[in-house]
């Protein structure tokens, strides 16, 4: 077997990887799961017989939710008996899988994944781009327009939005009233002296029984999401020209925000890397946490509500969504993707997801729908955040941003530790600009490489 076309992509997927101390573990995967998938794999491909079995992996979860989408592909499937789609369970982390896919040069047909890792597959070569086809579909201006952002990098599209949704600050509406407060905060400075009015200290120990607030202690993704809507309110960017930018008005103002929450002590720091969970919420201890509506705080007996991210500079939130990707293939199987997807954005598939889920549609058709119209009208709680779809924002999709992201969290932490936000971010963009020059180093030697085998 001639496996040459294997070597740029094991040499971009190491590039990806080598900074991580779980390198020789993954290797290892790539020797295992290769035999597997080319084995397991190509069986799948070579029974089509006239029909075309397309695979797509997800995380869906909860199980309810995977029901859902799995009643949707079968309708998908019983109108299109030229193309079978199978749908198939991954469970999170699967990013190793997805990679070692590709370099087994055995990739899915389609993957329900992140953007945020939209650049490291165009680095790869492992996606293909859908210009081609959404540029001539009246679809694409069905789309919310601020979602266009997560699907575009470099002049071209890579993805599609399957569902959305975003984060707003839920509160415990009698500790509110308990407080006197009887207007709930729309600005910055508003929501800092909420938060210090719902701190209370009943034994005078300077250690309170309650908190204003919650706030996601650690370096990981959720920290870094849930600060991002105040990075995006205060009109900020952490990526300019491809290229990460820490060190600016936006960034530095919404650091020193969470940073004087903490030093008016009305503030309640989560477990490391726990900043999802609501047991403190839901016990009492805290009367504000910025999560989004897929929360267990849902589904509680506690009073609860949700309140938009109040504004600084203009009213934003950030979006969590799930994209859709096809990977390459080939032409054939890449063509009857696209029908796939075609049908997810369909005003059916929309409104069907979005009602039995609580995830927020991505087109315009759905979301005016008489039936998620009424849908919505009897979820108050919901409705926050689908009121807030227009001002929500991503995080960057660059190649690298995974990088960003975890120097970005350094300095949230360090900050709320109690190092100064300047500084913080300072060393966090020192540290990337020594990763970037050495990205842009090594990605010339692996041209130059290549074009001395050519």
Same mark, same amino acid.
């Given at each position: 077997?001639?496996?040459?076309?294997?070597?740029?992509?094991?040499?971009? *997927?190491?590039?990806?990887?080598?900074?991580?101390?779980?390198?020789?573990?993954?290797?290892? /995967?790539? @020797? %295992?799961?290769?035999?597997?998938?080319?084995?397991?794999?190509? =069986?799948?491909?070579?029974?089509?017989? =006239?029909? /075309?079995?397309?695979?797509?992996?997800?995380?869906?979860?909860?199980?309810?939710?995977?029901?859902? *989408?799995?009643?949707?592909?079968?309708?998908?499937?019983?109108?299109?008996?030229?193309?079978?789609?199978? %749908?198939?369970?991954?469970?999170?982390?699967?990013?190793?899988?997805?990679?070692?896919?590709? @370099?087994?040069?055995?990739?899915?047909?389609?993957?329900?994944?992140?953007?945020?890792?939209?650049?490291?597959?165009?680095?790869?070569?492992?996606?293909?781009?859908?210009?081609?086809?959404?540029?001539?579909?009246?679809?694409?201006?069905?789309?919310?327009?601020?979602?266009?952002?997560?699907?575009?990098?470099?002049?071209?599209?890579?993805?599609?939005?399957?569902?959305?949704?975003?984060?707003?600050?839920?509160?415990?509406?009698?500790?509110?009233?308990?407080?006197?407060?009887?207007e709930l905060p729309k600005t910055w400075d508003e929501l800092r002296q909420v938060a210090k009015k719902l701190t209370i200290d009943r034994n005078g120990d300077r250690r309170p029984e309650q908190y204003g607030m919650l706030l996601p202690l650690g370096k990981g993704g959720w920290t870094v999401f849930s600060w991002f809507p105040f990075l995006l309110g205060a009109e900020g960017e952490i990526v300019i020209n491809n290229r990460p930018n820490l060190m600016n008005a936006g960034a530095i103002a919404a650091l020193k925000f969470w940073q004087d929450l903490m030093k008016d002590g009305s503030v309640l720091l989560s477990a490391p890397e726990r900043g999802y969970e609501e047991d403190a919420f839901i016990a009492g201890r805290v009367a504000m946490q910025i999560?989004?509506?897929?929360?267990? !705080?849902?589904? %509680?007996?506690?009073?609860?509500?949700?309140?938009? !991210?109040?504004?600084?500079?203009?009213?934003?939130?950030?979006?969590?969504?799930?994209?859709?990707?096809?990977?390459?293939?080939?032409?054939?199987?890449?063509?009857?993707?696209?029908?796939?997807l075609e049908y997810v954005l369909s005003e059916e598939f929309q409104t069907e997801w979005c009602i039995g889920t609580g995830f927020l549609p991505v087109t315009l058709t759905s979301a005016q729908s008489k039936a998620y119209q009424q849908f919505i009208t009897e979820k108050p709680m919901l409705k926050v955040f689908f009121d807030q779809l227009p001002v929500a924002r991503s995080q960057p999709i660059i190649a690298g941003y995974s990088r960003i992201s975890d120097s970005l969290g350094r300095a949230i932490e360090a900050t709320l530790l109690g190092e100064s936000a300047e500084k913080a971010l300072k060393i966090a963009q020192e540290r990337l600009e020594l990763i970037w020059d050495d990205r842009s180093k090594e990605a010339g030697e692996q041209g130059a490489g290549s074009k001395g085998e050519n």
């Amino acid at each position: 077997m001639n496996t040459n076309f294997l070597a740029p992509k094991i040499r971009d *997927f190491w590039y990806l990887l080598r900074n991580s101390a779980r390198q020789f573990f993954i290797l290892g /995967i790539i @020797v %295992s799961l290769c035999l597997i998938f080319l084995s397991s794999c190509q =069986g799948i491909r070579q029974k089509e017989d =006239g029909v /075309i079995h397309l695979t797509l992996w997800h995380a869906i979860n909860p199980p309810a939710n995977r029901d859902i *989408f799995q009643k949707l592909v079968d309708k998908f499937n019983q109108t299109h008996p030229n193309i079978q789609v199978q %749908s198939i369970f991954e469970s999170e982390p699967q990013l190793p899988k997805i990679l070692t896919s590709v @370099v087994a040069n055995v990739p899915p047909d389609m993957l329900a994944f992140h953007p945020e890792y939209t650049g490291q597959f165009v680095e790869l070569g492992a996606i293909r781009s859908l210009e081609d086809w959404l540029d001539k579909s009246p679809l694409k201006s069905d789309i919310r327009p601020n979602l266009l952002e997560e699907m575009q990098l470099d002049g071209h599209i890579w993805s599609v939005p399957m569902h959305t949704s975003n984060i707003g600050i839920f509160y415990r509406p009698k500790l509110f009233e308990a407080a006197g407060i009887t207007e709930l905060p729309k600005t910055w400075d508003e929501l800092r002296q909420v938060a210090k009015k719902l701190t209370i200290d009943r034994n005078g120990d300077r250690r309170p029984e309650q908190y204003g607030m919650l706030l996601p202690l650690g370096k990981g993704g959720w920290t870094v999401f849930s600060w991002f809507p105040f990075l995006l309110g205060a009109e900020g960017e952490i990526v300019i020209n491809n290229r990460p930018n820490l060190m600016n008005a936006g960034a530095i103002a919404a650091l020193k925000f969470w940073q004087d929450l903490m030093k008016d002590g009305s503030v309640l720091l989560s477990a490391p890397e726990r900043g999802y969970e609501e047991d403190a919420f839901i016990a009492g201890r805290v009367a504000m946490q910025i999560t989004g509506p897929w929360t267990l !705080i849902m589904k %509680s007996e506690v009073d609860h509500q949700v309140l938009p !991210i109040p504004a600084s500079v203009r009213p934003a939130t950030v979006t969590g969504t799930g994209n859709l990707f096809v990977m390459k293939t080939t032409p054939t199987r890449e063509q009857a993707a696209l029908k796939f997807l075609e049908y997810v954005l369909s005003e059916e598939f929309q409104t069907e997801w979005c009602i039995g889920t609580g995830f927020l549609p991505v087109t315009l058709t759905s979301a005016q729908s008489k039936a998620y119209q009424q849908f919505i009208t009897e979820k108050p709680m919901l409705k926050v955040f689908f009121d807030q779809l227009p001002v929500a924002r991503s995080q960057p999709i660059i190649a690298g941003y995974s990088r960003i992201s975890d120097s970005l969290g350094r300095a949230i932490e360090a900050t709320l530790l109690g190092e100064s936000a300047e500084k913080a971010l300072k060393i966090a963009q020192e540290r990337l600009e020594l990763i970037w020059d050495d990205r842009s180093k090594e990605a010339g030697e692996q041209g130059a490489g290549s074009k001395g085998e050519n």
